[in-house]
């Protein structure tokens, strides 16, 4: 439920970027772009970092299943056997490229931990064939849904939509 009187009960985030045009015009350019640049990470591991990083800090209601973010980006979050639950539960069992278990395991402790981020983290994703460029695209990827989380969370609206996370990058 929205915190502010200026938006609907069942607020969006469509709703919050109306709000405030002029401030947040070029931030709602900046998903897209940042989902759509080229990058060693494919697009379906690009929307999986996202909802992951946005899950762990905590947008959403995990314990009921919730995952907005995962589900605008068009993830499975079938509670009992999804891709998504799974990555949530323990990345190093889920059914992914064990190439993107070390990147998971980093972005986890950059969403919970950061200030226990060390050399011998970061060299545990390069030992897995990660390039200094993929990674920063994942850390980047964090850094903008930091951003839209806190916009949304600050503003008590957890209702995604798609265009408003570079929708129109994911679909092509």
């Known amino acids: 439920m929205a915190h502010f009187s200026f938006l609907p009960e069942q607020a969006t985030s469509t709703d919050v970027w109306s709000t ?4 947040l015009k070029a931030w709602r350019a900046l998903p897209g772009r940042v989902m759509a640049a080229p990058s060693e990470l494919s697009k379906d591991e690009k929307a999986l970092i996202a909802a992951y990083y946005a899950s ?3 947008f959403g209601n995990a314990s009921a299943g919730e995952f ?12 009992d056997q999804g891709l ?7 990345p190093e069992s889920a059914a992914v490229d064990q190439k993107l278990v ?5 972005v986890r402790k950059l969403a919970t ?4 981020l060390l050399q011998r983290d970061a060299d545990k ?3 897995a064939g990660w390039s200094e460029r993929a990674f920063t695209d994942a850390i980047i990827i964090c850094a903008t849904v930091m951003f839209f989380v806190s916009v949304m969370m600050g503003h008590g609206v957890t209702i995604t939509k798609l265009e408003d996370f570079g929708g129109t990058a994911l679909r092509n």
Request: hydrophobic letters at 45%; glycine letters at 6%; proline letters at 5%.
């Open 20 to 23: 405030e045009r002029d401030l």
């Open 102 to 106: 070390p990147l998971l395991l980093y």
């Open 84 to 90: 998504f639950h799974q990555v949530l539960e323990d």
């Open 113 to 116: 931990e950061s200030y226990k």
């Open 68 to 79: 907005p973010l995962a589900e605008a980006l068009g993830l499975d979050v079938n509670v």
């Open 56 to 58: 762990l800090k905590g």
């Open 125 to 127: 994703v390069f030992a």
